[in-house]
């Protein structure tokens, strides 16, 4: 069964629009959730996790268990967040990545 | 530091032929994780390590992958009899895991990942 879903493979935002890039997960226990980032070049990396609860570079995120979704939201986007979204949760003995959004972000 | 590495970055094999990767984690972390990345895909969960145990084998693809780890460290993942839809970016990562009992609740750090090709 599908973990995680994206249903967006691409998006392009102009710059200074907000943005948001969308993640619904099943899960039948309390999930945790994450977001990855892979910018040109560069290594998949940590964005953010629910648990945190925290904002990283403007970005934010935050679980709706009512929809089961963990939506990544930024109100201004810049040039510099053009990269490659994975949406992530972890669950028992096996972490579930979505099929990831490549963001671009117009200038 | 170092982060983590892989070896080799690429590896071009012929269908029937096995192929031996290798993944260098960060020097102290405990957990360790292979994926797998096929072209158009997200990444695939093939198998986690808690020191040189893993848990659950369940998301490696067949039987003629199979991976181990040694002395907490080095982690090698080997796909026996090559067949053409093994070709992808495989990835590991390492992270410190904490005392939540769950997997990947700290961050995972990736390698490059290694870029195989079955001719």
Redesign the interface.
């Given at each position: 069964a599908q973990r995680?879903t994206?249903p967006e493979k691409l998006l392009s935002v102009f710059k200074g629009a907000p943005v948001e890039l969308k993640c619904n997960y099943s899960y039948s226990g309390s999930p945790?959730l994450?977001w990855?980032v892979q910018y040109s070049r560069q290594?998949?990396?940590?964005l953010l996790?629910h648990?945190s609860r925290e904002s990283i570079k403007g970005f934010t995120a935050d679980l709706n268990k009512g929809e089961t979704s963990f939506h990544l939201k930024k109100p201004f986007a810049q040039e510099e967040d053009s990269a490659m979204y994975?949406c992530?949760l972890?669950?028992?003995?096996?972490?579930?990545?979505?099929?990831?959004t490549s963001l671009t972000v117009i200038p | 530091g170092a982060?983590v590495s892989q070896s080799p970055s690429n590896k071009v094999t012929e269908k029937g032929k096995d192929v031996e990767l290798r993944c260098d984690p960060i020097s102290g972390h405990t957990a360790l994780?292979w994926?797998r990345q096929s072209l158009?895909?997200?990444?695939?969960?093939l198998i986690?390590f808690q020191g040189n145990s893993a848990?659950?084998k369940?998301?490696l693809p067949s039987d003629r992958f199979s991976a181990e780890r040694t002395g907490g460290s080095v982690s090698t993942l080997t796909i026996q009899r090559t067949q053409q839809e093994d070709s992808a970016v495989y990835?590991c990562?390492s992270s410190l895991e904490g005392t939540s009992g769950?997997?990947?609740?700290d961050?995972?750090?990736?390698?490059?990942g290694t870029r195989l090709t079955v001719l």
């Open positions: 995680v994206q945790e994450f990855y290594r998949l990396q940590l996790r648990i994975y992530a972890s669950g028992g003995n096996q972490f579930y990545f979505g099929t990831g | 982060g994780y994926y158009g895909q997200g990444l695939e969960f986690y848990p659950d369940s998301g990835l990562a769950r997997i990947g609740t961050t995972q750090y990736f390698g490059p």
